[in-house]
C-alpha cells in the first residue's frame, strides 16, 4: 500500500513552533534516560556481564572485546612448519585467485631441497583484500589461512596495510604426514627434530581448507551425499 502523506493544514501550536521544539526535547530526553536507567537488551550473553545501574549493554571497547566467532575470516597468515618456515611452496594458485590482485610473490629455491620453492616475498595489501577466502581454498598446502581471530588494524597510512612475510609468517605450526619436507628430509632439519615433526604430523586433509573456518554441523560433503541418495531414490521409483 503506497505511503500517504499527512498533508493537512498545520494547527497553532504547530504554526507557533516552540511547543513543538520543547516536546521534541522531552521525547529525546524520555528516550535518554530509558536508555541509561532500564536497558532492553535481550541477548542472555550480554544480560549476563555485570550492569549495576542498567541493564546497557554497551561494550566497552577496546577495554572489553567480543571474541569473533568460529569461522570468522580474519588477517591472514602464512602458515609455519615446525621447523619456523613457511608451509608455502609458491605455486601462486592464491594469488592467481584473487579476485582483488592483491597477493604478491616472488618464489625462490630451497638450497637443500632440489624440488621445493618457498616464497622469498609474499606480500597482501590488505587493504584492497575484499575477504572473501578464496586464497585459503585454494592453496593445496594450507599455507595461507584467515583464522587469526583479528580484524585489519586500523592506521594513518596506507603502507602500513600492506603486509610481507616476515609479518604475515606467525601462529601455530602445522605438519601434515605427506608434506614432501617430511618424506624425504632437508639438510637444513636435523634427524631428531625431522622425527618429532613426523611425529606430530597430522593426516593430510582431503581439502587444504581451514578446519577453523568451517561452520559446526554444516559439510558440503554429507548435503552432497544425501543428495546423490535422494537421486537415487527417486531414479529407483
Ligand atoms: S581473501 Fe580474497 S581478496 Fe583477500 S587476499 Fe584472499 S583471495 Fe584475495
Ligand atoms: S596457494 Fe598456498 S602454497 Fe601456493 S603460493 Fe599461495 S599460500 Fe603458497
Known amino acids: 500500500m503506497p505511503y500517504r502523506l499527512d498533508d493537512t493544514a498545520a494547527d497553532l501550536r504547530e504554526r507557533l513552533y516552540f511547543p513543538e521544539v520543547i516536546r521534541g526535547v522531552g521525547i529525546l530526553m524520555k528516550q535518554f534516560l530509558r536508555n541509561f536507567f532500564f536497558g532492553r537488551e535481550?541477548?542472555?550473553d550480554m544480560l549476563a556481564r555485570d550492569r549495576s545501574l542498567s541493564q546497557n549493554a554497551t561494550l566497552q571497547y577496546p577495554e572489553e572485546?567480543?571474541?569473533y566467532p568460529p569461522g570468522y575470516r580474519g588477517l591472514h597468515r602464512l602458515v609455519p612448519r615446525e621447523d619456523g618456515r613457511p608451509r608455502c611452496v609458491a605455486c601462486y594458485m592464491c594469488a592467481t585467485i584473487c579476485p582483488a590482485q592483491c597477493i604478491y610473490i616472488e618464489a625462490g629455491e630451497l638450497p637443500d631441497d632440489p624440488i621445493e620453492k618457498y616464497p622469498t616475498k609474499f606480500v597482501?595489501?590488505?587493504l584492497r583484500c575484499v575477504v572473501c577466502g578464496f586464497c585459503v581454498?585454494?592453496?593445496?598446502k594450507d599455507a595461507i589461512r584467515m583464522d587469526s581471530g583479528e580484524h585489519a588494524p586500523p592506521s594513518y597510512t596506507r603502507a602500513a596495510q600492506i603486509w610481507d612475510e616476515k609479518r604475515l609468517l606467525r601462529g601455530p605450526p602445522v605438519s601434515y604426514q605427506y608434506d614432501p619436507w617430511l618424506r624425504r628430509g632437508a639438510?637444513?632439519?636435523?634427524a631428531e627434530k625431522l622425527a618429532e615433526m613426523k611425529?606430530?604430523?597430522?593426516?593430510f586433509s582431503t581439502v587444504a581448507t581451514d578446519e577453523y573456518a568451517q561452520t559446526p554441523g554444516f559439510s558440503v560433503?554429507?548435503?552432497?551425499?544425501?543428495a546423490k541418495a535422494r537421486g537415487e531414490t527417486l531414479a529407483r521409483k
Do not use: G, M, Q, T
Not at 187 to 190: F, G, L, N
Not at 221 to 226: D, I, M, P, Q, T
Open 42 to 44: 535481550k541477548n542472555p
Open 65 to 67: 572485546r567480543v571474541p
Open 124 to 126: 597482501i595489501d590488505e
Open 137 to 140: 581454498e585454494a592453496c593445496p
Open 187 to 190: 639438510s637444513s632439519i636435523p
Open 199 to 203: 611425529a606430530n604430523a597430522k593426516p
Open 221 to 226: 560433503k554429507n548435503l552432497a551425499a544425501e
